[in-house]
Nanobody, 119 residues
């Protein structure tokens, strides 16, 4: 079993920055993908950014150049540095972990952390 715990959410003005962190514990596979997804009430969760255990990153077009995802394989943690935040970045941000090669729905979710960007 895998557990994910997020932290770092909060309220910030447009143009500001936040740093989210996620710590994974339990039966962690050496080859995995960790990432961040966000959700607004009434809408489906959407990809923000992912990073593989090998360091390959993927970003949603809406956050490219503003967000940076990173990880520490030894500690099984993943971080999301969010700069130049916009009101449309508001939502609940969820950490996710999946074994390399499996579907998103077969992975694990954290409890989520609220990010609110005011205009």
């Amino acid at each position: 079993q895998v557990q994910l715990v997020e932290s770092g959410g909060g309220l910030v003005q447009a143009g500001g920055s936040l740093r989210l962190s996620c710590a994974a514990s339990g039966n962690i596979f050496s080859l995995n993908v960790m990432g961040w997804y966000r959700q607004v009430p009434g809408k489906q969760r959407e990809l923000v950014a992912t990073i593989t255990s090998g360091g390959t990153t993927n970003y949603a077009d809406s956050v490219k150049g503003r967000f940076t995802i990173s990880r520490d394989n030894a500690k099984n943690t993943v971080n999301l540095q969010m700069d130049s935040l916009k009101p449309e970045d508001t939502g609940v941000y969820y950490c996710h972990l999946r074994r390399s090669g499996v579907l998103l729905l077969n992975g694990y979710w954290g409890q989520g952390t609220q990010v609110t960007v005011s205009s």
